[in-house]
């Protein structure tokens, strides 16, 4: 698929912002489903963006910074991932199950960026130190300025230079994939978006959470409920554990002399007793 002028510059702003919203964290631009989504706004392809950043979302939902260590680059893989789709022309499962391939190593790859440009902020900090040190608030709002444009440019200039290589280039580079790599790719896209998911779970994973997980795990396999009829179950019960936390006591104190002790926790009070 080719895109003109206006649809360019509105794609090197969107990764623009995905950039610095990055480092921001206000707007979260830099989310999968959000950049994804803006991209396929601007180039007309809505639909298959979302599933592709709904897709890539799960991926990343277990990417996060712990102590020293960098999770991968979200913002450079959504943004790539959506240009090489709507490139590629492919908008079908095959062309999203490449899409989606393609981002987790760029994500990796983004990393180099992501260290380079946090290694001139360093440099950054010391020449707003100095300003301080001067009373010059001028200058320290133009080098914050600066520092944030640099994470904008950290995802636009990637863009940007797919873009330049063109539809052409990228369509045939995903027509000569074999199938068995491509198969393979989908299949270890999958696997990725398990595990990311399998992450998070073990992070909120305990004893009172899980009965609400193994309840959403069996209606979820019931195809006529709609996300809205799992949603309203889900606000259902939360209401209904959030009165039995109220009635259930707060500190400990004995229910009727027989010893047992109510923790303001209804499930783990059951599941204690049993």
Known sequence: MQLNMIQIILVVIVSFLAGMEGILDEFHFHQPVVACTLIGLVTGQLVP??????????????????????APDVALASVASAIILVLGGDFGAKGRAS????????????????IL?????????????AAAKEGSFR?????????????????????????????????????AMPSWLTDGLALGGGMVVAVGYAMVINMMASREVWPFFA?????????????????????????????????????????????????????GDIIDDY
Request: net charge positive; proline share 3%; charged share 5%.
């Open 49 to 70: 963006c979302m599933i592709l950043g709904g897709s890539l979302q799960m991926i990343a939902l277990g990417w996060a910074n712990i102590g020293a260590a960098v």
């Open 99 to 114: 899409a989606l391939a393609i981002a987790v190593p760029l994500a990796v790859a983004g990393l180099l960026l992501t």
């Open 117 to 129: 440009v946090r290694t001139i902020t360093t440099g950054i900090v010391h020449i707003m130190d």
């Open 139 to 175: 200058k320290i709002d133009m080098w914050q300025y600066i520092a944030i444009s640099l994470q904008g440019l950290r995802i636009a200039i990637p863009a940007a230079l797919i873009l330049a290589i063109g539809a052409g280039p990228v369509s045939s580079m995903l027509k």
């Open 215 to 267: 309840i959403g795990f069996v209606l979820a396999t019931i195809k006529s409920l709609t996300l809205i009829g799992l949603g309203a179950i889900g606000l259902a019960m939360a209401m209904i554990y959030l009165a039995l936390s109220k009635n259930g006591g707060g500190s400990g104190s004995g229910s009727g002399g027989s010893g047992e002790t109510n923790t303001g926790d209804p499930v």
